[in-house]
C-alpha cells in the first residue's frame, strides 16, 4: 500500500472515532445549554419536566445497550449525565411498590421489549445492558394499576449465528 493510501486511511479512520466521540454523551461539557445537546447528539429519545429542571432522554434501545439522562438545572444548563443502564443504579433507584410506569419511563424510557407470563398480572418491561462486557437483560415488573412490582435480573442469551 501507497504511503499516500495509508495516510488517507488513517484520516478516515480519525474521522469516523472524532464523529463517534461528538454523539457520545459522557463528553458533553458541564454548563452546555439544551441546544448545544441536541446540536451536538441530535433529538432525543424523550424530554420530561423534572421538579428542578428537565432531562432529555437518550435511549439506544431496543439494540443499543445504554439508555442517558441528560438533566438540565432550572438555569437551562447541563448539570448531569447518567447512564442508568447499570445493574446498581437500577438496585439503587428503582423503588419497588412505589415507581410507577411514568417512574420507569422517566428514567428508563421505552423498553426494547414489553412481554406478559401467565405467573404475573402485568406487562414486564425488558432492557437490554451491558455489564462487565456480559450482555444483560433487566426485567421490570409492572402491574395492571402501573405499579413496579418486581425487578430482575437475567443473562441475555444470544444463539451463536449459523455459519454452515
Request: aromatic share 8%.
Amino acid at each position: 500500500m501507497k504511503p499516500v493510501a495509508v495516510l488517507r486511511c488513517i484520516a478516515l479512520l480519525a474521522l469516523v472515532w472524532l464523529a463517534g466521540c461528538a454523539g457520545m454523551p459522557e463528553r458533553l461539557p458541564s454548563g452546555a445549554s439544551r441546544e448545544q445537546v441536541i446540536e451536538r447528539l441530535g433529538p432525543p429519545s424523550a424530554e420530561y419536566a423534572l421538579a428542578d429542571g428537565s432531562r432529555l432522554l437518550y435511549s439506544r434501545q431496543p439494540l443499543g445497550r445504554q439508555v442517558y439522562n441528560v438533566d438540565f438545572g432550572p438555569d437551562g444548563r447541563l448539570r448531569r449525565v447518567v447512564q442508568v443502564l447499570d445493574t446498581n443504579w437500577m438496585l439503587q433507584h428503582i423503588a419497588i411498590d412505589r415507581w410507577t410506569r411514568d417512574d420507569v419511563l422517566r428514567h428508563l424510557g421505552r423498553p426494547a421489549l414489553v412481554e406478559r407470563v401467565a405467573r404475573f398480572d402485568g406487562d414486564i418491561w425488558t432492557y437490554r445492558y451491558l455489564e462487565n462486557n456480559n450482555e444483560r437483560l433487566a426485567h421490570v415488573h409492572i402491574d395492571r394499576a402501573g405499579v413496579v412490582r418486581k425487578l430482575l435480573f437475567l443473562d441475555e442469551f444470544i444463539p451463536p449465528s449459523d455459519r454452515s
